[in-house]
């Protein structure tokens, strides 16, 4: 079992840029594929991004790719999602999960395995 904390949100400008950070614990970090995904006030949970446990293979949902950029650093137990060009449809609470694939970068929530509490992102216009 892993527990996975975020943090790194906040306001931002149209245009700006933040990373945000989902640290683990309780469990060997590169038994797991990290997945983002966020959620906007009266919307579903969507896909963002996926890293494999390597860090080498990563997918991204068509609406950020070219602007966020996934990774990890498994020395640190320490995932991230760097947001660059930030809009203000990105507003929403950003989730980490982990999925007991490691190889997997998958896309949909069922194939994630744990969950953080969540980060707030707004972006401002």
């Known amino acids: 079992q892993v527990q996975l904390l975020e943090s790194g949100g906040g306001l931002v400008q149209a245009g700006g840029s933040l990373t945000l950070s989902c640290a683990a614990s309780g469990s060997a970090f590169t038994s797991y594929s990290i997945g983002w995904f966020r959620q906007a006030s009266g919307k579903e949970r969507e896909f963002v991004a996926a890293?494999?446990?390597?860090?080498?293979?990563?997918s991204y949902a068509d609406s950020v790719k070219g602007r966020f950029t996934g990774s990890r650093d498994n020395a640190k137990n320490t995932a991230y999602l760097r947001m660059n060009s930030l809009k203000p449809e990105d507003t929403a609470v950003y989730y980490c999960a982990a999925d007991r694939s490691p190889l997997g970068i998958g896309t949909t929530i069922s194939e994630y395995d744990y969950w953080g509490q969540g980060t707030q992102v707004t972006v401002s216009s």
């Open positions: 890293v494999d446990w390597s860090g080498d293979k990563r």
